[in-house]
């Protein structure tokens, strides 16, 4: 391996086993609104949605709002003891979000990129960094490789990153370049082949119509942009499109019983 990462193994938990269904479906609450209070109005409407239509989980994220925002938004979803688990996004702040995590009860924590993103001669020092999260704190971590709008510095080989990211968290993310646009299938058996049976979720553009094809190699995904009214991450929350999307989810499940 190009760079001078250590890879051993830490004290790792069981991501997948956080969920009760197998190939969760995990929401996000991007925060939008323009004041706290339409913020919350927002989130609060979203979360009944979600919770009412049988969704898995969902990631609270400053995508739109601000740190603030994220931590208004954990405080009611703890407070309302959904029984679903939850887990929690600070973009720009991965340190506050394992903060969070701890304070709040979420179950894991998304980073949108555990290697890769810094200069070769730094990765010692994400080394030393996951095993100290990892050592503090309960969460679980969900990390991204090849993520998508991440910087890029890495010198090795997908295979030899996804193999020192399997040190790093307890589930692959996997996305394609943008928001919304689709997971290419060969992107996903790749990470698939490298990662073996480690857990592996679809970050962005899964519909009901690639679902089971993406499904057959990975082991859950979140979804953000079809659940909106317009598909895009502008949009508000449908509920309709929640059905859908847990409809062919279920149907995938009957089969794997």
Known sequence: MKGNGKVSMMNQKDFLGIFKNKKPIIGMLHLKGDTDEDVMDRLKKEVDIYVSNGLDSFVVENYYGTYRHVVMALEYVKAQKLGIPYGVNCLNGDTMAFELSKKYEASFIQLDSVVGHVKPQDEEILTAYFETMQEKYSAAILGGVRFKYQPFFS???????????????????????????????????????????????????????????????????????????????????????????????????????
């Open 155 to 257: 010198e090795n080989s997908v295979e030899e990153d996804l193999k020192i990211a399997k040190t790093r968290c307890e589930a692959v993310c996997v996305t394609q370049d943008a928001t919304g646009q689709e997971t290419s299938l060969e992107k996903i058996k790749q990470f698939r082949d490298a990662l073996g049976e480690f857990p592996l979720i679809v970050g962005a553009g899964l519909t009901p119509e690639n679902m089971e094809k993406q499904f057959v190699y990975a082991d859950g995904a979140i979804v953000g942009s079809y659940f909106k009214d317009n598909y895009k991450d502008t949009g508000d929350v449908s509920a309709e499109h929640v059905r859908e999307i847990i409809k062919k989810a279920d149907e995938i499940r009957e089969k794997l019983i």
